[in-house]
């Protein structure tokens, strides 16, 4: 886990240590000290912490004209112990969600696992964007994780499923991905439809 490292092809135009608006605004992450770990394995020093002792997240790019965040996460979402949705939603997506961020992509490319609890985070947070237009997508689900969110009830408010996780991220710029998930979601509100 320790050569994982959040995906660094947007830094050039995104930094979220030296955004102001951002959650870790003035973070600084070390390049070699390993300090974080999961289940005692240490993970990449670039990985922000959020209070979780079993997740983190690395807010990959942000624009505030189109409303959107990309975030990648590590570890495993354990709702059950942990209550990692509340740490994410009132240390982190609050925080976007001041300065007008009603689009949201989670990329868990990295997360092992999901352990749900009560789902009350996810509605409230769903409504919040929903109300804006706004939306909540999860790239990269594995195959068990996708199961366990769906026992969880989530597909109610967080879209995901191998449409989406279809889409190439890593080739994309950030603009790139957020027009091709757009287009999926059109894409399943039509398939709907007919």
Not at 76 to 104: S, T
Not at 130 to 149: C, Y
Request: hydrophobic fraction near 40%; glycine fraction near 4%.
């Amino acid at each position: 886990m320790q050569d994982i490292e959040p995906f660094f092809r947007w830094r050039d135009q995104y930094i979220t240590s030296e955004d102001m608006r951002s959650p870790f605004y003035g973070t600084q992450n070390s390049e070699f000290q390993y300090t974080n770990a999961i289940y005692n394995y240490y993970i990449h020093p670039q990985w922000d912490d959020m209070d979780s002792e079993t997740l983190y997240l690395k807010i990959l790019f942000v624009d505030y004209i189109e409303q959107y965040a990309i975030i990648e996460f590590i570890g495993e979402w354990n709702d059950a112990i942990q209550n990692d949705i509340m740490y994410l939603k009132r240390k982190v997506i609050e925080k976007l969600m001041k300065h007008h961020i009603k689009y949201f992509v989670l990329i868990l490319d990295n997360v092992l696992n999901f352990h749900s609890s009560d789902d009350c985070y996810y509605e409230e947070w769903y409504e919040e964007v929903s109300e804006e237009g706004g939306w909540i997508v999860m790239l990269g689900t594995m195959n068990h994780v996708e199961d366990e969110l769906k026992q969880s009830g989530l597909q109610h408010f967080i879209h995901f499923g191998s449409d989406l996780n279809d889409i190439v991220w890593r080739r994309l710029d950030a603009p790139g991905l957020i027009y091709a998930v757009n287009k999926t979601l059109q894409a399943q509100v039509k398939r709907l439809r007919n």
